[in-house]
């Protein structure tokens, strides 16, 4: 279907069909696409555009990714469809891998998750065969790799996932979620909360990635130690209850 440029949803309506192209060629599941909705209304909510809220946890998500020294950014089949461009520029910019990790699992979803960015981008990533579980996580999403997700001081998880972030969490490492519902679990256990669309969210972390990579660990630090996420995530959660 061609969309007019015209359209006042166009944007979200190009989404919606990546998706449901995606759930063809069996890289996104069905239900991806039930999340995806969820996502569009919370988004309405914050009038489909980054906040300030948004922009000062995005800022504080590229200084920990820049300060992180095994930093992996993981990737779900709603996002490796939404914005695999996206993925690889944050990637590059702030030297981090990139892991598929899905809650639906099959060794067909990985290995064409897998081959989408091999076979587009050309860029390594991990997650075709998982060698290592996360501990106290019973859905599939515990398979991981032993030099990825498993290894790694900083993951950023691209979308909601509760159960992961708080198994992760109790592993001691850092998490940064994009995750446009300011009251899940998610959000309420990452370090660093985006609320915003991922498709706006992860190339705004990439440009502040390429701004602080002139400061010193330092300032980074200094940037990192100021942003408070719990106040932050409850001032995205006063704007929109002021637009309901």
């Known amino acids: 279907m061609k969309l007019p440029l015209s359209h006042p949803r166009y944007s979200s309506l190009k989404q919606r069909h990546a998706l449901v192209d995606g759930v063809k060629k069996g890289i996104t599941a069905p239900s991806g696409l039930i999340a995806f909705g969820r996502g569009e209304a919370f988004d309405y909510l914050i009038g489909e555009k980054t906040t300030s809220e948004a922009r000062k946890a995005e800022q504080a998500a590229a200084a920990l990714l820049l300060l992180a020294h095994s930093p992996v950014i993981s990737v779900n089949g709603n996002t490796a469809v939404l914005c695999p461009k996206e993925i690889v520029s944050l990637a590059r910019e702030t030297n981090s891998k990139i892991e598929v990790n899905l809650f639906y699992d099959s060794p067909a979803r990985r290995k064409k998750t897998v081959q989408l960015f091999k076979q587009k981008f050309k ?100 940037i990192l130690s100021s942003f408070d996420n719990k106040k932050n995530l409850k001032q995205a959660e006063k704007n929109m209850r002021r637009r309901l």
Not at 142 to 161: R, T, W, Y
Not at 177 to 192: E, G
């Open 123 to 222: 860029t390594k990533i991990l997650g075709e065969k998982p060698d290592k579980k996360i501990p106290a996580l019973a859905s599939a999403r515990s398979h991981v790799c032993a030099n990825g997700i498993f290894s790694a001081n900083v993951v950023l998880v691209p979308l909601e996932d509760g159960d992961r972030t708080q198994a992760l969490r109790r592993m001691k490492k850092k998490v940064i979620a994009i995750d446009l519902n300011p009251l899940s679990r998610t959000s309420q256990t990452a370090n660093v909360s985006i609320v915003d669309n991922v498709v706006r969210a992860l190339p705004n972390i990439a440009f502040f990635a390429r701004k602080l990579k002139r400061k010193n660990k330092k300032q980074l630090v200094r």
